[in-house]
């Protein structure tokens, strides 16, 4: 770059582009904006985020490749950027392939268990032996019916202290707010804020 | 009106030219950065989204879609105005596109505050009604649990954007002025082009930002 | 000497960058890049320091079982901060701001960095950062160690955020060196100066700059969110709200592992310098060891899990981190080979910098090593948060890092400086720093090992022993950088004047400026016409450097 030649007249020879494909991409920049809306409307199952960030892609595109001219600019510019999306990328792959995959290895079975799905399974437990009321993880303490069945304790714990958010306490109760689902208030002192575990009859 | 203030590049660069590719390469990397700094919560995003998914979709519908829309409309045309503000600089001869250049900003500073405005409306109704991030959260009709940690990222991402807006904003306005005076030509539109990367990039993180908070 | 001819020649234009302008407002306003360099030298020195009284400190409480010296508190916030300072403040800075600032033009053959502006502002932006540290410390004080690990750090007493604020604003500072510095490297070299002739110096500061740009952001954003943690509640982080900290950690060492490398990139580049000039000889593999600072960069994202065999991760997680991690070892085992293969045979003359450089090689050598057994799963899981780690990673930032930041330091003083210092007072001093580090440190491998827990405030009787030996390493290591502060301080004041190239050296900042160097750098750009350390291969006859007419 030092090493380029100048007659004197400093001239940038930079390609301006033509204010046609400008009007161009601000038109197809709204015309997207409204597809992505429109399909966010059908429930598509997990389609709908493929396509938002399909849609999404495309747009950012434009604007990189016309409005910040990386067509036509130095090819050095776009390396970098496209290097920088490499560590994002990177980022996002370590990090969700540690949250998805975390659990624990049955030591006799041998066999490996998502956190996840064990917050599930305990769960479904909990809401049998409740006849069918939904239960969460998580969920305001307060929602759980007088005299209410212990969850049984998660089983053998996961070394992990974060595999599953929420499993060891539930969130504390937004002061003041009513449980929406119209479940009965808890009585008064059945609701010990902090455990999952509320007092046996 | 006709005349331009002739740009001298600085002393320790061989030319303009080598001038206005370093500072394009160094505004590039920044722009890097700044992908780097939202990735976060883009990467908490999917954490979260993916761990409690009906929560996350039951929170996403307390936000006004409209709104968002609109917004999207305003930045993308915010981003176009820019566009056309660069090339107008970039085809200054003699100064007869000053005016040009300086509406364009001045369009596309307003526009960010138009973004700001609807922005103010969407987090006023959030203070009122209480979808407020973790432990200000009190907002009662939600089902499902967690709902504040959507509410924490979404005032996290739209909060981080919309000082950028603001800076991006701050930064216009100080090119505008520069414009004013003359300062820019086909030779040499530096800022005008930097502080529009930086703009484009505002409106690049919000058209994710978008689909992903108010669309899903 | 090659030396004298170009000193002539720098100095037929009169006033080196010293005595360009004079007054404090002149340093103040400053953006020539060879002052820039020299206040932030001066800068984290002073860190260097006040840190290294903080492992005082923190040796001296340990000397005993039970209280010594401090209250338990006192002994968390000494060693947090004792962590927060070496880290932030000094190795990360250290080489690339202050001796990089000053030496990375003056090796490409350029009149300064592309943004001096920018320059200034990071000096300034790392003061700023620096002065809110010490506030926090001073109001309340931080006991999370220089980790910040949730969820301890959002809930603890003391001043996290103005903490975790500082060391955000300092990440911008580092961020604006590396950009500038790429930048540099892209569009400032001299004529002549193709990739391939750079000094490999330059090399490894564009890997570190890689590193400081692509990471650091996320240094930012993780800090945001425990302050936004602490502030609010959000819950991301804190398991009670259904967030979770292990991704805390995630996001941590997305930065905080490459940063590890932030600090021994460079030094890595300082030591290539060191053996090739005191070797007189051409380095050997330079292509290898050019590509093996960009591959370390890269690798160095994708290991970061190695910190977290224990907290919780996915076992598969943890296999494939382990796998990378190992991976690290092949460039820098490269880097090894090559500065011992090119030692042999060389002409070696045992300078002070070169003292130094040996240190590295052999302190570096067994902390690289030592990082193997940490890398391996099933080993990690006794030696996890043991003195082994402590003693690993000293091995590598002190034993690495500051030995070579030492090596440069005394290497480039006469070119900073202009004046020379007492070498018989130079090599004591080196030598005293190498045994005082090797009793301190290698006693905590021993430690470590047996079970001693790092951070502890007490331990149990059987490990009073090699507490007490690793303390007494501490004073013997505050003895030989008393005695280089001392030196170093007189020959500021009256030190023997220093000739352009005092150690024969073949990079641009040798033979083409003066000792120290202009305004400018230079008094035409120099072009440069050979490959870097370009001494006579073996046979060949000595011959002068080519300075153009």
Not at chain 2, 188 to 202: A, K, Q, R, S
Not at chain 3, 422 to 445: P, R, Y
Not at chain 3, 464 to 493: D, P, Q
Request: aromatic share 14%; glycine share 10%; net charge neutral.
């Amino acid at each position: 770059m030092s090493q380029h030649d100048h007659d004197g007249s400093h001239a940038h020879s930079h390609f301006v582009p033509p204010a046609k494909a400008y009007w161009g991409v601000f038109g197809g920049l709204l015309f997207l904006t409204v597809v992505t809306v429109a399909v966010s409307r059908v429930d598509l199952g997990p389609f709908n985020m493929l396509v938002a960030m399909g849609v999404a892609t495309v747009k950012a595109l434009l604007v990189g490749l016309i409005f910040m001219q990386l067509r036509w600019d130095e090819k050095l510019n776009g390396t970098v950027f496209g290097f920088g999306l490499i560590f994002v990328a990177l980022f996002f792959i370590f990090t969700l392939a540690d949250i998805f995959s975390r659990g624990y290895v049955d030591p006799v079975t041998d066999n490996h268990y998502l956190a996840r799905d064990q917050v599930r399974a305990l769960e479904k437990d909990v809401e049998k032996a409740r006849g069918g009321v939904k239960y969460e993880v998580g969920r305001p303490s307060d929602e759980l019916p007088p005299n209410e069945v212990a969850p049984p304790a998660p089983p053998p714990a996961p070394a992990t202290e974060g595999a599953a958010p929420g499993s060891e306490g539930a969130a504390p109760a937004p002061e003041g707010a009513a449980p929406a689902d119209g479940a009965a208030p808890a009585p008064e002192g059945a609701a010990p804020a902090d455990g999952a575990a509320p007092a046996q009859p | 009106m006709s005349t331009v203030v002739r740009h001298e590049h600085a002393h320790h660069f061989e030319s303009a030219e080598q001038e206005f590719s370093a500072a394009k390469m160094g505004m590039w990397l920044f722009l890097v950065t700044e992908i780097l700094l939202f990735s976060g919560i883009f990467v908490a995003y999917t954490v979260f989204k993916n761990l409690y998914p009906e929560m996350w979709s039951e929170a996403s519908k307390q936000l006004d879609w409209k709104l968002g829309a609109v917004n999207t409309v305003v930045l993308i045309t915010s981003s176009f105005t820019m566009a056309m503000a660069v090339r107008a600089a970039q085809t200054n001869e003699r100064g007869e596109n000053k005016g040009k250049i300086v509406g364009l900003l001045a369009a596309t500073i307003l526009l960010a505050g138009a973004f700001l405005v609807v922005k103010y409306f969407e987090y006023s109704h959030k203070l009122h009604v209480g979808t407020l991030p973790g432990e200000h959260y009190f907002f009662p009709g939600i089902q499902a649990a967690n709902a504040h940690i959507f509410f924490g990222i979404y005032f996290l991402a739209t909060g981080l954007h919309g000082i950028h807006v603001v800076i991006g904003m701050s930064i216009l306005f100080w090119v505008l002025l520069r414009a004013r005076k003359g300062h820019f030509y086909n030779q040499y539109y530096t800022p005008v082009e930097l502080g529009g990367l930086y703009w484009h990039l505002v409106d690049l993180i919000w058209i994710y930002l978008f689909p992903l908070l108010y669309l899903v | 000497m090659s030396a004298s001819n170009s000193d002539t020649h720098a100095h037929a234009h009169g006033g080196n960058y010293f005595e360009a302008a004079r007054g404090l407002k002149s340093w103040l306003i400053t953006l020539d890049h060879k002052r820039i360099g020299v206040m932030y030298l001066f800068w984290v020195i002073a860190a260097f320091l006040f840190g290294g009284l903080l492992a005082l400190g923190v040796r001296l409480e340990l000397w005993a079982p039970g209280e010594t010296i401090m209250s338990a508190d006192t002994y968390n916030r000494f060693f947090t901060l004792h962590g927060l300072v070496m880290v932030f403040l000094f190795i990360i800075p250290g080489i690339p701001a202050a001796l990089g600032n000053f030496v990375l033009p003056l090796q490409l053959g350029a009149k300064d960095v592309a943004f001096p502006r920018l320059n200034l502002l990071s000096f300034y932006i790392y003061v700023v950062g620096t002065c809110m540290a010490l506030y926090s410390t001073i109001a309340g004080g931080v006991d999370t160690g220089w980790t910040f690990y949730t969820p301890y750090s959002a809930t603890t007493g003391g001043s996290v955020v103005m903490m975790t604020l500082s060391a955000f604003i300092l990440g911008f500072s580092s961020i604006l060196t590396g950009l500038n510095f790429i930048v540099t490297v892209h569009k400032m070299r001299a004529p002549g100066m193709s990739w391939y002739r750079m000094p490999l110096l330059i090399w490894a500061l564009y890997a570190t700059s890689i590193i400081q740009v692509m990471a650091t952001p996320v240094l930012g954003i993780t800090l945001l969110l425990l302050a936004m943690e602490r502030a609010l509640g959000i819950g991301i982080f804190d398991p009670a709200l259904g967030g979770d900290p292990v991704l805390f950690q995630h996001f941590f060492w997305f930065y905080s592992h490459p940063a590890v490398y932030i600090m021994i990139l460079p030094g890595m580049g300082v030591v290539s310098e060191l053996i090739a000039t005191f070797s007189r000889k051409r380095i050997f593999g330079y292509r290898s060891i050019a590509f093996s600072s960009l591959a370390i960069a890269i690798i160095s994202f994708l290991v970061w899990g190695h910190h977290m065999f224990v907290s919780g991760q996915s076992v598969y997680a943890g296999m494939i981190f382990s796998f990378l991690t190992f991976l690290v070892a092949i460039p820098s085992a490269i880097k090894v080979f090559n500065w011992t293969a090119t030692l042999y045979q060389g002409s070696i003359s045992m300078q002070t910098p070169m003292i130094w450089a040996f240190s590295f090689l052999i302190l570096f050598t067994i902390g690289g090593l030592t990082g193997l057994f940490l890398g391996t799963l099933g080993t990690d899981v006794h030696l996890h948060d043991t003195y082994f780690v402590v003693a690993h990673f000293h091995y590598v930032m002190m034993g690495g890092t500051v030995m070579a930041f030492f090596g440069g330091v005394h290497y480039w003083w006469p070119k900073i400086f202009g004046r020379m210092y007492n070498e018989a007072l130079a090599k004591i001093s080196a030598v005293l720093v190498f045994v005082g580090f090797n009793v301190t440190f290698f006693t905590q491998f021993v430690l470590g090992t047996r079970g001693m827990p790092r951070r502890y405030y007490n331990y149990l009787p059987e490990f009073e022993t090699l507490h007490k030996v690793s303390t007494m390493g501490v004073l013997i290591i505050g003895l030989g950088v008393t005695i280089m502060v001392l030196y170093l301080a007189k020959s500021l004041l009256s030190g023997e004047k220093a000739v352009a190239n005092p150690w024969g050296a073949k990079t641009l900042e040798w033979t083409h400026a003066a000792s120290p160097p202009v305004l400018h750098n230079f008094d035409e750009t120099p072009v440069v016409e050979e490959p870097p350390y370009h001494y006579p291969a073996p046979g060949e006859e000595s011959r002068p450097t080519k300075v153009p007419a």
